[in-house]
């Protein structure tokens, strides 16, 4: 869209389309199936990994976002559907457009909340760097404070092989769990993961934190299984 509002033409371009479809079986507000559809120039792992990732809201300003990876965002439900497209990686100079029903966001505004938190909980957690130099084909297991009323503690275990688009994954066992009592944050999580895998073959997790000003404590679990994968050689 131009400076005068005008929509614009930035040709046809052949992009990564990534699709979720969350289904409710116990939200805040979701009363229907949310379909979540998300556009990039390229292949981006995060989001594969992820249903729904905040940052992907901001796209959504007026003044547009200068990624000229992101292509656009497409929210599906009850009925209705909203659209934000952004040109910056075509045509510089222009402005996001906006197509649909921009109520969807009130719908679903405080599940989309929800959603994230839980995923973060299930598999975007900071310690797996921890367990990036180590390793996990053996037992092993670690613990950290600062003394001031943050710490974690996680252990691996090798468990078997797993076969994924025709190929044998060896697989890990693995347990985690973080406490923030300054910030009243506690989050745990257990599954299978392996070291040749960007993702979780399975993975459970629990996000809790408690509001300082009312002393209510929300949970929120999340859960993954990977079922198969496609996988293709990519020539460098």
């Excluded at 985690?176 to 009592?181: A, D, I, L, N, S």
């Amino acid at each position: 869209m131009d400076m005068q509002g005008n929509r614009v033409d930035a040709g046809e371009h052949e992009v990564y389309a990534y699709k979720t479809v969350v289904t409710p079986v116990k939200a805040a507000g979701l009363e229907d199936t949310l379909t979540v559809t998300v556009w990039y120039v390229s292949n981006e792992s995060r989001a594969f990994l992820y249903p729904w990732d905040v940052m992907w809201l901001s796209y959504a300003s007026p003044t547009g976002t200068t990624s000229d990876v992101f292509v656009g965002i497409k929210l599906e439900y009850g009925g209705k559907s909203f659209t934000v497209t952004n040109p910056n990686p075509f045509q510089s100079g222009l402005f996001p457009y906006f197509e649909g029903d921009q109520e969807v966001f009130n719908d679903i505004n405080e599940d989309l909340g929800y959603l994230y938190m839980g995923w973060v909980a299930v598999i975007n957690l900071g310690l797996w760097y921890e367990w990036s130099d180590v390793n996990v084909l053996v037992p092993q297991s670690g613990a950290w404070t600062d003394m001031e009323g943050h710490s974690y503690e996680w252990s691996t275990s090798p468990d078997g092989s797993a076969t994924y688009g025709g190929h044998s994954f060896k697989l890990v066992d693995f347990s985690w769990k973080y406490e923030g009592t300054v910030e009243g944050v506690q989050l745990q999580g257990k599954g299978k993961f392996s070291p040749d895998l960007p993702l979780a073959v399975e993975s459970e997790g629990h996000y809790a934190y408690k509001d300082s000003s009312t002393g209510e404590t929300t949970v929120i679990y999340g859960y993954i299984k990977l079922e198969d994968l496609k996988l293709e050689k990519v020539n460098p």
